[in-house]
């Protein structure tokens, strides 16, 4: 018995390792390394650090990555003093799936004229954590203009429970705000960032344990594809989410704007996606981007929809905004539709502020 266990533990290890030679040689998503560098409360990555993204299990959209100066994955170090716009939001200003031309801050800067746009995007991030590097990039860098890209539900995941937190956020229960930063690593998970196998099996197959639960982990078969889907006509009256989300919407617009109210000479434009799964036909979800929007506006702020941008160009052309069925991030089209609405915008609250 004895010595049928340690062959199978030696036939194991042996997979183990010609996996981890193989995969080694592949472009595998590599570790990051993330921490708390430049500030107690915003996690990136350690300046001059490089890594490689891929998506899925066969490795597609490789991209080599590096930080700047301050550790973001942006084109150009942050200099105090700038005019430089500052781009805030989360993995879809980061756009680590984009070759660097084709990321929102590459399309902003050329919608702008040349003018030079600081990419700080944060992947797993909500409208607090946003407030927290506006408040940063004001204080550290003297920066007064900014765009945030947002996701509709970027308010409502401001929770401490959401899984897209990196430190400030409500608490569930009262709406009260607090800080929860993301625990530091422990030794095994310092091991696993370098190994290429676990990588693979994180990074790239999404896998947890606790899928192994999961009924449709186990259920046989491939999903069969529907019909083709067609463009859907503009929603005359969109879904409106449930009231606890609409309050937890408000308390986050409300904390975000008290973080900060304090700071001085500041120009924002919000730019907001959609629950794209509306433009499918027939599909009518509720789209948390209609309430944040008119709770923004109500502080004076200008407000850029995808949902117009997205739907006159359904209308113009078939081809698709997103990566693909496997990654709902903007592809190259889907970013340059927003940015250069927000490039349109900033331009447009430059001239009425003259006027004014």
Not at 9 to 15: D, F, H, K, Y
Request: with cysteine; glycine share 8%; net charge positive.
């Amino acid at each position: 018995m004895i010595k049928r266990a340690l062959f199978l533990l030696s036939g194991v290890l042996a997979v183990v390792v010609a996996a981890e030679a193989l995969l080694r040689a592949l472009p595998v998503s590599t570790a990051t390394n993330t921490g708390y560098y430049v500030a107690p409360n915003i996690l990136n990555y350690p300046p001059g650090h490089e890594w490689t993204m891929a998506t899925g299990w066969d490795l597609r959209n490789v991209q080599h990555l590096r930080s700047n100066n301050m550790g973001f994955a942006a084109e150009h170090d942050f200099v105090s003093g700038s005019d430089a716009v500052g781009l805030i939001g989360d993995s879809y200003v980061e756009a680590s799936m984009l070759p660097m031309a084709d990321r929102p801050a590459a399309q902003l800067e050329r919608a702008l004229g040349g003018r030079q746009v600081y990419a700080m995007g944060g992947p797993g991030t909500a409208l607090l954590d946003y407030g927290e590097r506006i408040e940063w990039a004001h204080k550290k860098l003297g920066l007064r203009t900014f765009v945030v890209l947002l996701q509709s539900e970027d308010a409502s995941q401001a929770l401490c429970n959401s899984g897209n937190i990196h430190a400030r956020c409500l608490v569930p229960d009262s709406l009260e705000p607090t800080i929860r930063k993301q625990p530091s690593s422990g030794p095994v998970k310092d091991v696993l960032r370098h190994s290429a196998f676990a990588q693979y099996i994180i990074s790239q197959l999404k896998f947890k344990p606790s899928r192994l639960v999961s009924p449709d982990f186990w259920r046989a078969g491939v999903a069969q594809k529907g019909a083709p889907l067609k463009a859907a006509p503009a929603l005359e009256s969109p879904v409106s989410p449930d009231p606890h989300q609409l309050k937890v919407i408000d308390a986050s617009v409300e904390t975000f704007f008290r973080q900060i109210g304090s700071l001085h000479g500041l120009r924002v434009v919000f730019v907001i996606d959609m629950n794209r799964s509306n433009l499918k036909s027939g599909v009518n979800r509720p789209d948390e981007g209609y309430h944040l929007a008119h709770r923004l506006r109500e502080r004076g702020h200008l407000v850029v929809q995808g949902e117009p941008l997205y739907r006159e160009h359904q209308r113009r052309s078939p081809l698709r905004l997103d990566m693909g069925p496997h990654d709902g991030h903007l592809n190259r089209i889907g970013v340059a539709l927003l940015m250069n609405a927000a490039a349109q915008a900033l331009q447009e609250e430059s001239t009425n502020t003259k006027e004014n």
